[in-house]
């Protein structure tokens, strides 16, 4: 496998397909994004993009040198036209895309045939799959996404059969975070090479309706009450060649894990992270978010940093902290609630190379080349 080496711009781009979508996962980025007092208003109502706007935007990533792509949505699964997208993106343009999906459509029956969608998406060229793997616990899992977690599990275990490995997704929230370590002791049994851990995020739709402070915090869960179920879920990942991130939290909550810690501020230099912007990039000229490293530095981190949609603080300690210049901070509407006295900052000279922690541990951000691999959780460790 080649390993793209860090602290260069990431090669991946975001293909959102459209926010439709049928699942009513508690903790959705875009819960009441349409200021509705539905939560999932916006997802039910939300239309797929068009074929030959995506089809412009993959023209765009192979144009720009992007050799990677994630589909998004939305459940990028149901789009119509999902089966020719990825035929165009990986026969004539030669990408390689990881689908995010709950998984719940691939084992469906096309047109009274026997054939399932799983198998016209491989045939098509699909490269790999980001499975929403909230929970082990099937009764939680329904409760958490309204879906039915033995659907997804029939689906891996089609993948594993075939020798095709894929990640998997757990958001950790309230709900879900005493379930960690089971959670991971399923997943070392099955083909996932690399898992994320997702912490509940408090932008984008939970600002609306000012539902962030009145529901979002309490789904979110303090970061002291998860964080040894995530250090041992890791753990136990780690020990059986699964390599982890856990992303969007700070540094300072898992001291010892740094390594495993991915943020906004390094996501376009990370080895394999989105460069362009999602749906609103899909729909008019598509553009990348960044250009040059430099870019990086003087113009997204700044205005990460100031933007009111991600609502972000740091205090007065934190400015002495030693990984300040690339911490994401804390949700401010998270401070309102439980304030500073979790967050202790780290000693040492700043640290200003927003992948510092990446040389060491590159696995987790690395992409597959090929359909199949052989070992490929030995191969991605061991670069
Ligand atoms: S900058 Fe603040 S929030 Fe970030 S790791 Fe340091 S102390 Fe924690």
Redesign the pocket.
Known sequence: MRVHPAGKLSPMGVLDVGRKCPHSCCFCFYSFYDKSEKQFNYLRTAEYLSTESLKNLLRYFAQWGLTHFEYTGGEPSLHPDIVEITRYAHKELGLKGRMITMGQFLGTKLGGSSEILLDRLLEAGLNDFLFSFHTVDAEMFHKLTGADLGKLQSVMKTLDDRGFSYCTNTVVEANNYKTLPDTARYLVSSGTRYHNFLIMRLDWGWANNNMREEMAVGYKAKYNDIDKYIKEATDILVAADIAVNIRYA????FKGYEKHIVGFKGAAMDPYEWRNGTKAASEGEPLLKCITEEDNYTKRIPLFESDPAYNLA??E??EK?A??PI?D??DRDYVARHGWDE????AGEQIKDVVHFRYEYPGPFIMKEEQYERSPRKKETSS
């Not at 967050?343 to 780290?346: H, V």
Request: aromatic residues 16%.
């Open positions: 700070p540094y300072c909550m740091f205090s300690k934190c902290c990984v300040r911490c901070g804390v967050f202790e900052p780290l």
